[in-house]
């Protein structure tokens, strides 16, 4: 059984996944996942030596197609989508954080 | 105009012989929404230019060969659209519309059909009641007081309202059946396969499938047949041949072998155990054979189920930045920031749950004993369904083990919820298609009962459903609400 996890990494969990939990919301949601992942912890139990896993159901196995580019002519109505835009282009915030450099 | 009494080809038939137009049908549905939706509360956007589509219809004749030409119905809003927003219930995707149409639209708009709105659901698929939407509470039919299952919800409530005659919803672990068991209607989740996820909001891509939620039986084959058959835009779309559903639907279900796990019928509602033992009375009645059959990996589905789903929808769910499209937080300042704080206020608490127990599934510490692990379960799963369909045709369960919740009851406790999907999530697992149909009332809310069959092999369901429904008078019971 694993020890449980730590409102700590209850955060750090999240900032994995690009989420931020307020400090109001970790003590339920480290609960939660402390259910979870007692409830993930019984799979241990069943026994499936020499099964191999199963990752898909599709019938179609390595399906292949000519790397052709399409143009779908639909610039604007994408760009109608993006939260901010400048001449054509999506707009966001620095990449780089200067801060970090110093 | 409601449907709680008109099948599509009785429509068809008015529409062919001028009884009525489509722009008559669209303009009568959307007076009724307007009306029945303000207590239901099933839609999340109506399309302003349906009237539009119905013109177009009418200007060029409907085709007396084509059952859905002029028919009005609704879409689950994770099925994008290019005539309005698709948000999936979702803050993330309040003011999103897509530039093109899901595979399935576009085959039902080509069809003549006219979509009329999009259907509220949980955020992103996730949910089992329809109250995780970030925007309404959809009421079921027959009780307002009750949920209407989930998260199809607002598709089944909408369909079992009499608002429209056919809904689409999607199916990861029960997400069509159990609202359609729910609301007293047909839902079936087609195979792994057989319907193209194309224009789908992914959750979880191994599981995810679009089907057809309707009043009756036959109508629900005639919807498959439209929507199905390969994609090149769904590499997992299937190249088999597409059968029509309808051909044998007649035939009965004299000398066929159905099934019931015994492991289906634990800690059932007592209505429900007795709903499903008196619908395998009918079916022997009718000429089936009925036995009891062992599927002793079942028990192991949901846990299983939500260490892959999670996992899965995780992955999915990361597109989600802020930056193309969807929510974006105001005050980020570098990009790291827009990220976090984009998907922080963007999700809702259930999508946040999930996406944090699916990095926790993969993470290297836990990637071996959660996801590789429940995958192997998958397997076993499977066997136990091979080995039934060895020597039957069918297996017989309830979709649910109750009937339709109280609103506000279970959506404290994830686990609570998690365990409605437990007599769903196997077909999922496997791939197989399922439907649920109503067998029986406890307390005047309807009680589902699932059939499933071999992959492919819808025709089958099908046909045992449409024996079952012609030998009983449930589904032809309208709720309350439909007096009015």
Known sequence: MADKITEEQTQHIAGLAK???????????????????KMLDTLEKVDTTGVEPTYTVTDQINVTRKDIAEDWGERDALLKNAPDTSDGLIKVPAIIDESEDE | MNYLNKDLNSLHQMLVNKEISAVDL??????????????????????????????????????????????????????????????????????????????????????GSINVGKTNMDEFAMGSST???????????WDYSKVPGGSSGGSAAAVASGEVPVALGSDTGGSIRQPASFTGIVGMKPTYGRVSRWGLIAMASSFDQIGPLTKNVFDNALVLNAISGHDDHDSTSSEKEVPDFTEHIQDGVKGMKIGIPKEYVNKLAPDVSEAIQNAAETFKKLGAQVDWVSMPNSKYGVTAYNALQTAEASSNLERFDGIRYGYRASDAKTLDELYIKSRSEGFGDEVKRRIMLGTLSLSYDNVDKYYKQAAKIRTLIINDFKKVFADHDLIL???????????????????????????????????????????????????????????????????????????????????KMGGK
């Open chain 1, 19 to 37: 989420l931020e939990l307020k400090q109001a919301e970790l003590p339920e949601f480290t609960q939660q996942l402390n259910d979870l992942l």
């Open chain 2, 26 to 111: 669209v303009k009568g549905t959307l007076s009724n929404i307007k009306d029945t939706d303000q207590e239901i509360e099933a839609f999340n956007n109506l399309n302003d230019r349906a009237l539009e589509d119905a013109k177009a219809v009418d200007a060029r004749g409907i085709d007396a060969n084509n059952i859905l030409d002029g028919i009005p119905l609704a879409l689950k809003d994770n099925i994008v659209t290019k005539e309005l927003p698709t948000t999936a219930s979702s803050n993330m995707l309040k003011n999103f519309t897509s530039i093109y149409d899901a595979t399935v639209a576009k085959k039902l708009s080509d069809l």
């Open chain 2, 131 to 141: 109250e995780n939407s970030a925007f309404k509470t959809t009421h079921n039919p």
């Open chain 2, 397 to 479: 369960s309830p979709t649910s083990r109750v009937t339709a919740f109280t609103i506000g009851v279970e959506d404290q406790d994830p686990i609570e919820m998690y365990m409605n999907d437990i007599l769903t999530i196997p077909a999922n697992m496997a791939g197989v298609p399922a439907m649920s149909q109503i067998a029986g009332f406890s307390n005047s809310l309807p009680i589902g009962m699932q059939l499933m069959g071999k992959p492919f092999d819808e025709s089958t369901i099908y046909k045992a459903g449409y024996a079952f429904e012609q030998n009983t008078d449930f589904h032809k019971q309208t709720p």
